[in-house]
């Protein structure tokens, strides 16, 4: 990078920011022992707290929740029925107010028994009227100025980049290539098992209220070998749950 336009500007200096450019450096130099071929630059990157800001809470937490609350006209019983009398009740409000047990039910009832694409329509409306209650911006403008100089950054040294997330995958890939120019295909994350449904000419694919997937953890690099086929060579993430990914990668 020397005598160019510095392809990370907002990064502080220092051993981060370095070790990035070395490393790009060296696998796109055909000279250096560490060059790799740029069809096997894969890159992997966890999205929630990484991409943009998973505070004050997951913002997938925040459409799901906003969704109980559009569906229970249409569900007088939840009045009655925990999680959802609580949610309705103001009584429980954020992700961390719910086992995981809880989770995974809202998730399944306020994201299931839909197709992709009225599933992703439904994210693209809410993340269009929602928005962050700490910064007071919409949550696709909740991202992280130095990740998207190294999305772009990497993508100019022929790098292909995966979002690999715990979130829903289709939640995700209704935002990833407006905001991170990252197209729906390179989008691995939680998903329901698939129905094809057949009416006359037409067919569809309809998610089922049974989970198929919870990418976190362990399931991370699963997932990126049952996706890609391929190990990346670089990862970034920021809990946890992401370790695997990250011990797979290097």
């Known amino acids: 990078t020397q005598g160019t336009a510095d392809p990370l500007p907002s990064w502080n200096e220092g051993s ?3 070790s990035i450019l070395s490393f790009v450096e060296n696998v796109t130099n055909p000279s250096n022992t560490n060059y790799v071929e740029p069809s096997e630059r894969i890159a992997a990157f966890d999205n929630d707290g990484t991409l943009w800001c998973e505070y004050p809470d997951y913002v997938q937490s925040h459409f799901m929740l906003d969704r109980v609350m559009d569906m ?5 019983e939840w009045n009655d029925t925990e999680p959802f009398s609580s949610i309705i009740s103001g009584k429980r409000f ?3 107010n719910f086992s995981v047990k809880e989770a995974m039910q809202i998730y ?3 994201s299931s028994n839909l197709t992709a694409d009225e599933y992703m329509s439904l994210a693209r409306d809410w ?3 929602s928005k962050n ?3 007071g911006l919409p949550y696709t403008r909740c ?3 130095p ?5 772009s950054y990497l993508r100019d040294e022929d790098f292909k980049i995966y979002i690999v997330t715990g979130g829903d995958e289709d939640f995700v890939r209704a935002f990833s290539n407006e905001v991170y120019g990252i197209p729906s295909e390179q989008v691995i994350g939680s998903a329901f098992k698939l129905l094809f449904v057949e009416n006359n000419s037409s067919c569809s694919l309809v998610k089922l209220p049974e989970i198929l997937v919870v990418d976190d953890g362990q399931e991370k690099p699963k997932e990126i070998m049952q996706n890609i086929g391929s190990r990346p060579i670089l990862a970034y993430g920021n809990s946890d749950g992401d370790i695997p990914m990250l011990k797979f990668t290097t």
Request: hydrophobic residues 40%; aromatic residues 8%; glycine residues 4%.
């Open 72 to 76: 229970a006209p249409e569900h007088p």
């Open 94 to 96: 954020a992700s961390g």
């Open 108 to 110: 399944v009832t306020t």
């Open 133 to 135: 209650s700490q910064f």
């Open 16 to 18: 981060a920011k370095t």
């Open 143 to 145: 991202v992280y100025k």
């Open 127 to 129: 993340l269009n009227s």
């Open 147 to 151: 990740m998207l100089e190294l999305l």
